[in-house]
């Protein structure tokens, strides 16, 4: 037993495909894909009480298959239009690798790798908030990501020895700084995840 | 932009569309397991800016509802993170499933570590009541075509691959190809290996867009066919250690498909 | 102290911590009045006008002067250019920071504006100092440095960063444009840069 079916990611577009899907109504995507998943799921236990030998792995990793195939199309030409702050942001830090010394022809050392490296790893943990972090580079070779939000304004450093400071002006009016965290590339200092929860309680709240 | 030849990665820095974990149990969970490993993923998901909850209650077309127990309870739980209107991350926990995808991939690290964070306390509530069958890592990298119908398969993918069955590939065409085998890993584990490549042809506004689209994946499964049953409660750093290899495994694997040029565009080393 | 002392501070300084050794060393811009390089004794004057080329986008985008590259100030030191330059060390500072950037960079202008009145910022504290600071065939190289302030480092933290804050707002309104190095030249040359300036004897 195979279930064919395509779904698309337009938030606005309920799902099409090859079976009445009429039931699934939720114009919520994720719905669809999640449900699509948890159908296979079903099937699977459907053909096992049926007697019947598909693998049952199978029919969850075509199920999720023919989900992506037609999925891929969508978001593969969406991505084209305009790459996201942080996909912007890991490719200057990608592009400072190359940099020498006088980068900015004032005489500026070369960018910190040890620190790069950081500050990638730095980035992947900043998707949680609501801020667009733009990566740069100090005078001296270190890399900074500014943080554009809402209300205010911030700034992170990295340092070579996985230090890290920040300076944040929270949209309530209030600066908040700290210098020398160490981070783990396991999660944020918590001093920069505590000013950033705030932060964001406060885009939600006034949202 | 890394363009090569007449085609680009979908990132300026990686090709990555999609990266995901998957944990799936032998048996579902009941309901008292379920209902704590959902208080336990709640919050961290807030916290981790997965802010949409949406309830997974599918309902499914007459012709497959008759084989199916009517009346399930909720089957899990979706948690969405947006960014620009797009799906950021999200992730599912199911009865007997637990998944985190990452559509804004960034590093190998910070994406593990978020995977643990959300999913590792469930992971080790779920397996007190089943266990492990198999923990899943994917990736999909695309690559974009920019020539419409006239680019070139062949700059993207190495054609004498061995990952690429002959028959299958042509460097202007659609075509899709799969492969699939197991890898021992230890003596509770194998790894199935899932390679799928597709070649497809959108077309949007009248123009084609051609894409290639690899899809790499590991199943390490355990105590499956004469390999050792593992014990119950498989924490997470026993799966950590699988999703390291997987990980390395997986890039291995991309790096025996691609092209020089197409490896060099998305810096695999 | 003298100003020899000054210049073997600014000689055995890191180059990428100029302001903070020098600053240790002789704290409240105590060196200004002399050049910090070299035998000429010529520190630059309150009345001088100085200029920092500007570039995009490594210096200026979206409509500011970046502060980020203002850290400058704290490191190494924000290059400027002083009056009495002449033609050749003008075009040759500008063609310097368009030919030699890691990324291309397009003139914007300069920001031109007196010594005294950006030494004057965060008065009655002293927050930047403008030093003579002759670079090679760049007689006319000054360096505008930041000085450090006392306090816990999250203290000097927030200060480090509002004090580049201020002197990008200070030098905004300051900003002549000019779209090629011809064009800056003569906007300088009929301005107060290429002047005559009154050399201080110390």
């Not at chain 1, 199978?58 to 790459?83: F, Q, T």
Request: net charge negative; aromatic share 8%; proline share 5%.
């Amino acid at each position: 037993m195979t279930v064919e079916f395509t779904t698309d990611t337009d938030v606005s577009t309920p799902t099409t495909g090859g079976v009445d899907w009429e039931h699934l109504t939720s114009s919520r995507p994720i719905a669809y894909q999640a449900a699509a998943v948890s159908v296979a799921l079903e099937l699977r236990r459907a053909v096992s009480a049926c007697g019947a030998s598909f693998s049952a792995l199978h029919i969850l990793a075509e199920a999720e298959r023919y989900c992506s195939v037609a999925a891929i199309g969508y978001m593969a030409v969406a991505n084209d239009s305009k790459p996201s702050a942080s996909a912007a942001a890991l490719q200057r830090l990608r592009l400072f690798r190359d940099w020498r010394d006088n980068w900015d022809a004032e005489g500026a050392p070369a960018p910190d790798l040890g620190a790069l490296e950081v500050a990638s790893n730095l980035l992947g943990f900043l998707k949680s908030y609501p801020v667009e972090p733009i990566a740069m580079l100090h005078a001296s070779g270190l890399p900074m990501f500014v943080l554009n939000f809402t209300g205010g304004e911030g700034e992170i450093t990295v340092s070579g020895d996985g230090a890290v400071d920040f300076v944040l002006d929270l949209p309530d009016g209030e600066t908040q700084a700290e210098v020398e965290l160490e981070f783990d590339n396991q999660s944020l200092p918590v001093q920069l995840h505590d000013v950033l929860t705030r932060l964001r309680a406060i885009a939600q709240h006034e949202r | 932009m890394p363009q090569f030849g007449s085609w680009k990665p979908i990132h300026d820095t990686h090709a990555i569309q999609l990266a995901a974990i998957t944990v799936t149990l032998n048996e579902p969970v009941g309901d008292l397991t379920f209902r704590k490993a959902l208080n336990n993923v709640n919050p961290i998901a807030v916290e981790l800016g997965l802010t949409e909850h949406a309830p997974i209650n599918p309902q499914l077309p007459p012709q497959i509802q008759q084989f199916l127990n009517v009346s399930s309870p909720m089957q899990g739980m979706s948690y969405v993170r947006q960014s620009d209107g797009r799906i950021g991350e999200r992730a599912f926990i199911n009865r007997e499933s637990l998944r985190f995808e990452d559509f804004e991939y960034i590093r190998w690290s910070p994406f593990k570590a978020r995977a643990q964070k959300l999913l590792g306390d469930a992971v080790s509530e779920f397996t007190g009541g089943s266990s492990v069958n198999n923990i899943s890592s994917e990736y999909t990298d695309v690559f974009i075509g920019l020539v419409g119908d006239q680019s070139d398969v062949s700059e993207v993918v190495n054609a004498n691959s061995p990952l690429i069955a002959a028959g299958a590939f042509h460097s202007k065409a659609s075509w899709h190809c799969h492969m699939g085998w197991f890898e021992p890993i230890d003596e509770h584990c194998r790894r199935l290996v899932n390679v799928n490549i597709d070649v497809a042809d959108n077309l949007l506004e009248e123009k084609i867009n051609r894409q290639v689209r690899i899809k790499t994946q590991t199943f390490d499964q355990f105590g499956q066919d004469g390999y050792a049953e593992y014990s119950n409660n498989v924490s997470w750093e026993r799966l950590s250690y699988h999703l390291d290899s997987s990980h390395d495994r997986l890039k291995s694997l991309l790096r025996d498909i691609l092209s020089p040029e197409a490896a060099l565009a998305i810096s695999l080393p | 102290m003298s100003g020899d002392d000054c210049r073997a501070a600014w000689a055995i300084a890191a180059p990428h911590n100029k302001a903070g050794a020098l600053d240790l060393a002789f704290p409240q811009c105590f060196c200004e009045p002399w050049s910090l390089v070299g035998d000429d004794h010529r520190g630059v004057a309150d009345e001088e006008v100085v200029a920092r080329i500007l570039t995009t986008p490594g210096m200026y985008d979206a409509g500011l002067i970046l502060t980020q590259k203002l850290t400058s100030v704290s490191a190494g030191g924000a290059s400027l250019i002083r009056a009495g330059a002449s033609d050749v060390e003008i075009l040759g500072t500008i063609m310097n920071l368009l030919q030699n950037a890691a990324e291309p960079q397009t003139l914007l202008g300069a920001a031109i504006f007196s010594a005294g009145n950006v030494r004057s910022l965060g008065q009655p504290q002293k927050n930047f100092g403008v030093y003579h600071t002759p670079d090679g065939a760049k007689n006319h190289h000054v360096d505008l440095l930041a000085t450090t302030l006392a306090g816990s480092k999250t203290a000097q933290k927030k200060t480090e960063r509002d004090r580049r804050y201020q002197l990008r707002d200070f030098m905004m309104p300051t900003i002549v444009a000019a779209n090629d190095p011809d064009e800056l030249l003569a906007a300088l040359g009929s301005g107060p840069i290429k002047g005559i300036h009154t050399v201080v004897a110390i």
